[in-house]
């Protein structure tokens, strides 16, 4: 009954450090999803992978990297982390039929500072 | 302008109310739609879907409006336990179905 298990669930970064968050699903899904979530702001979109070998770009990517390691598995990377990425950042993952829901992780709390 | 726009709230009702959300989407391509609930601190998890007919779950009503664009969720009888924020979502068709969040409503619902 994993789901959707993100790690880590907290970091805290200095400036200019790099790091990758990493993403797994266990329910065979073909899209896997990467949100950031602002206070006021909604969950948005950061990259997609419509399928195993395949990412693109969402509503803010601009900082970060993906790789769609395998079908289960779908990390999100930021070469060099600024102030503005502190966020909290969501995994998620879906079968691709029309009327799928979407399953999330349980988020990490990134601070950079 | 956000393909997804909600009322941010909060609403503030006693127990025992009734409720209602709006919701509205841009993008015409819009497939499919759910109402999604997100706990303090917590990560979304599935209220539930909204279809063409309107559906209904327990105490909660959903309704979509494809001609003028809007999804509503309509709460009865709130509970204490209600209090959360709901994020309406939309499957936006493309090369994918892309799940795209409106940024919530909040609902507090007090004794």
């Known amino acids: 009954n994993a789901g959707v298990t993100q790690t880590p669930k907290f970091q805290v970064l200095k400036t200019g450090q790099s790091m990758t968050l990493q993403c797994a699903q266990d329910?065979?899904?073909?899209?896997m999803y990467w949100y950031r979530q602002d206070p006021g702001m909604g969950l948005r979109l950061i990259y997609y992978?419509?399928?195993?070998?395949?990412?693109d770009k969402g509503e803010v990517p601009n900082g970060y990297n993906v790789s769609r390691l395998n079908k289960r598995e779908f990390s999100l990377r930021l070469e060099s982390a600024a102030p503005s990425q502190t966020s909290v950042y969501f995994c998620?993952?879906?079968?691709?039929?029309?009327?799928?829901?979407?399953?999330f992780g349980q988020g990490t709390r990134l601070t950079v500072v | 302008r956000k393909e997804v726009e909600q009322d941010p709230g909060p609403f503030n009702v006693p127990e025992g109310a009734t409720v209602a959300f709006n919701c509205t989407y841009s993008?015409?391509?819009?497939?499919?739609f759910f109402w999604y609930r997100q706990d303090c601190r917590k990560e979304p998890k599935l209220l539930m879907s909204?279809?063409?007919s309107g559906n209904e779950d327990g105490r909660f009503t959903a309704q979509l409006n494809r001609a003028s664009q809007y999804i509503s969720l309509l709460i009865r009888d709130s509970k204490l336990s209600d209090s959360a924020t709901y994020l309406c979502?939309?499957?936006?068709?493309?090369?994918?179905?892309?799940?795209?969040f409106g940024r919530g409503t909040s609902l507090i619902v007090h004794p």
């Open positions: 998620a993952s879906s079968a691709r039929d029309l009327n799928t829901e979407a399953f």
């Open positions: 329910m065979n899904h073909n899209s």
């Open positions: 992978s419509a399928s195993e070998g395949t990412t």
């Open positions: 993008n015409s391509a819009s497939q499919s």
């Open positions: 909204v279809y063409s």
């Open positions: 979502v939309v499957n936006i068709a493309g090369g994918s179905y892309i799940p795209t």
